[in-house]
Structures are given as C-alpha cells and as structure tokens.
T-cell receptor
Framework: SQTIHQWPATLVQPVGSPLSLECTVEGTSNPNLYWYRQAAGRGLQLLFYSVGIGQISSEVPQNLSASRPQDRQFILSSKKLLLSDSGFYLC??????????FGSGTRLTVV | QQQVKQSPQSLIVQKGGISIINCAYENTAFDYFPWYQQFPGKGPALLIAIRPDVSEKKEGRFTISFNKSAKQFSLHIMDSQPGDSATYFCAARRSSGSARQLTFGSGTQLTVLP
C-alpha cells in the first residue's frame, strides 16, 4: 500500500534562518507531488507541484522553493524565513484518476 | 473559472441533526469532485468523492448530491455526531492537465454539539 511521510511534525525557527521540509512517498512510482500551506483557520493554498524528477511548478511567488531530487521525494526550502512563512505545511501525492493523499503536516512557527 | 465556492464558512449542528455543506463551480471541465475531512493538526483525508455521471453517492452517513446543470454539489452528513466535528473541504479536478490538480473550496468548520 502507498504511504506518505512528512517531517518534522513541528518546527520553530527564527526569522532569517533556512528551512528544509521533506516529504517521501512509498509504494508507488512517478506520483504527482504537491506542497500546500494552510494558515490558521484558513483554506489550502497550493505552493508547488511536480509531475516528475526535477520538474517543479510554482503557483504563487514567495520566499519558498521546492525541489524533487528523486522520484518519490519532495523538498520545500527557504534560504531566509519570514514571519509570514508560519503555517501548516502539507505534502500530498496523486496518480492517474485518484484524488490526493495528504501527509500529516508540519506546523512551522517562525519567531 | 478555477474557483470552487464553498458555504457556509462555519456550521453548528446538534447531535443527530443533518449537516449540509454546499459547493459551486464554474469550470465545466471538472470531472471529479471529492470531499476531504480535516481534524485539527492533521492532514485532510479523503471522505467521499463523486464523478459527474451520477447525481448522488452515499457512504454510510455521508452523501454527496451532485447537480451538473446547476454546477453545484453538496455534502450531507446524516445523524451528525460530535466526532464529525472537523473542517470539511470540497474540491474539483480538471479532466485535462498533466498534474491533475485539485481546486479546493475555502473550507467549512463543522461543530456538532453533544
């Protein structure tokens, strides 16, 4: 069966520090991968998606970047965090005609 | 045209009552309409989904009603329970496009009172 792993679960980082969040999917190949951000009590904002290794599409201009170094690995990064980067970050995968499967999320607090 | 409009933003229902959440879309290219349930601190989980060739789908206490001509779909939770208290997102997916992206509604926070 397919599983998605996302870590860390929580993270507190100072303003200006770098960020690296990792997401891996098991049990499938060539999935579509997504990074979403959710502000407190708000909806899901699509940040990046990827249809293959090295292929990244950005949905909104921001302080973040994404990379897909391996087929089932998706990384969200920042060189210098801003206070506004705080939020709940969700990784998700999909394939073919299926819906999305989300990871358990990372709660990022920038202080 | 990519928007999915969801209402209400919040909903309070008594235990045993019916919870109804509505969504409307513009893009006729959408071909898959899932609903997700999210508990605090967790990722959204697929609850139930429908394709536009049927008007209703039922799974236990959860029913999706789909009106293709009106471009609307709704989630009905029968006999609502306190454990159903969560945020619910409707979504719609384009039939074309390599990434098969979902467009999400803004979410409805459901509270079921004991």
């Amino acid at each position: 069966s397919q599983t998605i792993h996302q870590w860390p679960a929580t993270l507190v980082q100072p303003v200006g520090s770098p960020l690296s969040l990792e997401c891996t999917v098991e049990g499938t190949s060539n999935p579509n991968l997504y990074w979403y951000r959710q502000a407190a009590g708000r909806g899901l904002q699509l940040l990046f998606y990827s249809v293959g290794i090295g292929q990244i599409s950005s949905e909104v201009p921001q302080n973040l970047s994404a990379s897909r170094p391996q087929d089932r690995q998706f990384i969200l990064s920042s060189k210098k965090l801003l206070l506004s980067d705080s939020g709940f970050y969700l990784c998700a995968w999909s394939k073919n005609r299926d819906g999305y499967t989300f990871g358990s999320g990372t709660r990022l607090t920038v202080v | 045209q990519q928007q999915v409009k969801q209402s209400p933003q919040s909903l309070i229902v008594q235990k045993g009552g019916i919870s109804i959440i509505n969504c409307a879309y513009e893009n006729t290219a959408f071909d898959y309409f899932p609903w997700y349930q999210q508990f605090p601190g967790k990722g959204p989980a697929l609850l139930i989904a429908i394709r536009p060739d049927v008007s209703e789908k039922k799974e236990g206490r959860f029913t999706i009603s789909f009106n293709k001509s009106a471009k609307q779909f709704s989630l009905h939770i029968m006999d609502s329970q306190p454990g159903d208290s969560a945020t619910y997102f409707c979504a719609a997916r384009r039939s074309s496009g390599s990434a098969r992206q979902l467009t999400f509604g803004s979410g409805t926070q459901l509270t079921v009172l004991p």
